[in-house]
């Protein structure tokens, strides 16, 4: 760039001068380049050379051969480039695989110019296309030109800078919890405290009569003060009131700092990191950081057209006042530029910045960073033509996708939301930015209880001012329902609870209740108040016998006395119409009114002690529909077979979630007082909302299912969830070894320090033998110290290399500075040993070792064998999944497989026992039923050596209801009631077996020779290097005497 400036510097460029300057980017892919504009405003005027920063090209245009840029679209390589088109292409060619089809490109270089024109969005628009491979952000000006399907992922920008390093924990780190204005401030208070008390003992002698044993001093207070302070309690406490106030305030604030000071004394020893204070983007733009940018058009036109006060100072005060060659870089340039510079900012999209994290940062590195967001978080959308015929069938499948977990997959794929921390190592300081609210609270506490007093002074002409409203009823609202607003101000009503009160007189009273009942309004969005002066109890019966009154309905019929200054009051409902339940009517109260107010006169019933529910909670003498699934016994097998077969409790691997399922149901019936008839299905569904359970749900046919359902957005439309039901979850498992020491690596027992640190101890050892040889020396000579030998340089070494082992010495300085000497050595080998024998002890006796292999695709890479279970689910998703690891595990170790295919396909107990007898076998099935077998057949250890690797994705089952069913709040606050009792769990827990826990007492830790090995070889390679040493010597002594 230098060459640059100077072959332009004194050019004679132009305002008007088109002059571009390509540089290659400092990528991995050598087919990217960096565009600079080139101009001067005026070089004869004395301008100056501007090089702006322009944008990044590639070497493969939008004409290039089609294979190219689709192998591009499909490769691995460099997942951050271009990965919202490139995951949206990968999902279109699952749909290409689903729907088989075929699918003609047309390629653009830009999303799109404006809101609803230009790029890919444009060709939707125009239906030029039927698909797009790019998700698009949802604005009010698309969506009334395309349908979005489904949400794909989504879209972040992100600040994203490191914490300095903390200075580390010193030999002051327990002052170091608070800053020192913090201890003063704290002094002082504690200091004023003891003052203010003893003034309140003088007062209380004085004043109030109260003598003490003796009369503390001013000294004896602020002692008092202190011990609160340690959280030592007082044994003098002051009698009054206000006095004991005081005491109690000084007391809080102590245990306050307590707690402040132990927390962070703990947290400090235990390495939390530490974030910065800077937390939003106008905090930035006024902070001393450097920031830079990631070099795309979006982060250009944004900071120019955002809007926001914020984003307009970080431009001014970050962009425009520096040089551009400083500010933008590639998205790589920048995340090193983080990484090796703490506080210097880089704003770049979320996925880019954190792909280059996971490939440059370390661990500690990572768990300094900081995140501001640039904008807000927005959700991208896979689009669709409004008008085109295909969106509900492509909408099918990709929640068809989402259900199976694909879109899941590619999301962790391609799209990357923040990097773990997995590592603490730095000290906090709590400066008065955290003491300080300690401080303000005890300003505040006074100054509340000031305003309460203020409150409580002004309480009455407040009560009488809200009585005053409450009678001229200000917050009630009123409507008539006239013809032209009746549909929307009653049918149409967009509130949560709607009143409507009704005179049956009126003359178009009954064409109201019609309208009410065809449309199904009795429901518990609406209260009807009734009202009806000429009440006659039989044509009550009949009015409402054949209303689709239900459970949930509320309505109150009002019957005035002759005069109307008292009305009966009635609750009207029927709990099940369609179940042949029988119309209810209940008195509740009688109530007088006169021209100020009503007030209930008398309870003619216990209705008032409960709500409506509660009311009507037992469904006594009626039978709900309920529909199961059963596939171990064939559909025609008469109803009591299949019944006991549900009830029974044997053989739990079989039709587990549906015998789970009816087995809760039983209770759920206990609750309610009810019967059930049942409907026998052999599956779930067939499709989402279509076949099975499901569909009998949906059209009416039954009021609860057996069964928990996944709940989609498809289902979202038409169900209700109620309450968690149970995990699902398909597993490959497969033991370790039998070595427990199988994946330590032979270098283990060097392990517990780096070679730095070996290098260092060893050059220790080494200084310490000089210096003993040196010892020894000076008092053989200064002090006329004669031993019986005299020791050499190799024997001082010698004794420092038996004082690393922890072997003493036969041989010790006289001296005290040498005896000083011995000790530190002795000292620092001690500490070196008790480091080192944790380290392996922690090594040995922690986690069991687990395999390398944590993925389905490693999985299909790797020699071991694999054998599946054969129920349907799992055979079917093994053989028809698009999920490209399941495919290649399909391949690679069902269909390319030599094997017999009766040791493939192996029912669950066989494929269980052979996990455990065979080490390295890998067996897929339901975790419900493996794990059934896994506790019947595995010893505790055999338990600890299980890996485990996901299927699929493991998801949550609901149970759902219709929105418009009218048992939807009373199942669930029954099953509310189940879960919180623990009953349900306790089915949950006998049927459903996830995961069987590994105790550390059943984890035997046996060392193998792959780990001890290199300890026999390096004693052998030592005695045999002393034999050799040994024979050199003799050979020298040989040669001496020869001479001599």
Known sequence: MSQLVQQFENANLSINADVTYIKPAKLHNDSVFILYDVYNKGSHLGGKLNITIDQSVTTMPINSNEDKLMSFLNSQEQLHMDWLSRMGYRLNLLMQECLNFRMQYIWRDQWSLGDITGGALGDLISE?????????????????????????????????????????????VFLEPFKLSVWLTFAGILVCSGVLLWCTFRVECRWTQYYLDYQPSVLTSCLISFGAACIQGSHLVPNSTGGRLGFVAVMLISFLMYNYYTSIVVSSLLNSPVRSNIKSIQQLADSSLDVGLEDIPFNRVYLKTAGREDVYNLRRRKVEQHDPMRIWFSAEEGMLKVRD???????????????????????????????????????????IHINSTYKELLKQTQLRMLETGILKKFRRLYSKSKSPCYSN????????EYAAPLFIALLISFFASLLVLIIELSWSPLQELAHLVNKQNLYIQYINLNAEHLEEHLINAKLDKLAVFLDLNCNKSDELLHLANMQQLYNDHYHWLIYDRYLNATQLRERFADASLQLNTELTYVKPNLNQSSFMLYDLYNKAKHLGAKLNITIDQQIE?????????????????????????????????????INALPMDAPEHDIKEFLGSIDNIHLDTYGRFGYQTRQELMTMLDCNFSYIFRDRWTSSELTGGLIADLLNGTVDVAGSAFLYTSGRAKYFKPLTWYCSFRSVCMFRNPHSAGAELRATEFLQPFSWTVWFMFAAVLLLSGCLLWLTFRLERKKLSSSGDMKASLLTSCLISFGAACIQGAWLLPRSTGG??????????????????????????????????????????????????????YTKIY????????????????????????????LPTEKGVILVRNVPGFVYIAEAATAYVFVRKHYLPHEICELNEILLREETSAQTLVLKTSSFAELFKLNELRLLETGVHFKHYRYWVRTKLHCYQSNVVAAVGMDSAGPLFLLLFCAYMGCLLVLGLELLWHRRKQAHH
């Open 128 to 172: 030029a296309t039927e698909l797009s491979s790019t998700p698009f952000v949802i604005s009010a000006g698309r969506i009334s030109h395309l349908f979005p399907i489904m949400e794909l992922s989504q879209f972040r920008s992100v600040c994203i800078f490191r914490t300095p390093h903390n200075a580390g924990i010193e030999a002051g």
């Open 341 to 383: 510079k703490q506080g210097y900012v880089f704003i770049s999209e979320g996925t880019i910045a954190y792909t280059f994290v996971d490939k440059y940062f370390m661990p500690h590195e990572i768990c300094e960073l900081n995140e501001i967001p640039f904008r807000p978080e927005s959700s991208v959308y896979a689009l």
């Open 593 to 629: 009114c006169n021209d100020q107010q009503c007030q209930v006169k008398r309870y003619l019933s216990e209705l008032h002690k409960t709500t409506r529910l509660q009311q009507r909670k037992l469904l006594t003498g009626l039978t709900l529909k309920l529909s199961a699934v």
């Open 819 to 872: 005896r000083m000497v011995f000790y530190a050595l002795m000292l620092t080998c001690f500490l070196m040993y008790n480091y080192y024998t944790s380290v392996v002890v922690s090594t040995l006796l922690g986690t069991p070792p687990k395999s390398n292999i944590k993925s389905i695709q490693q999985l299909a890479d790797s020699n071991l064998e694999v054998s599946v279970e054969p129920t349907p």
């Open 425 to 432: 190592n730095y000290v906090i300081s709590v400066g008065m």
């Open 878 to 905: 093994v053989e028809t999944s698009d999920m490209p690891d399941v495919r290649s595990l399909y391949l690679n170790k069902i269909v390319n497989s030599k094997r017999d295919p009766k040791r493939m396909w």
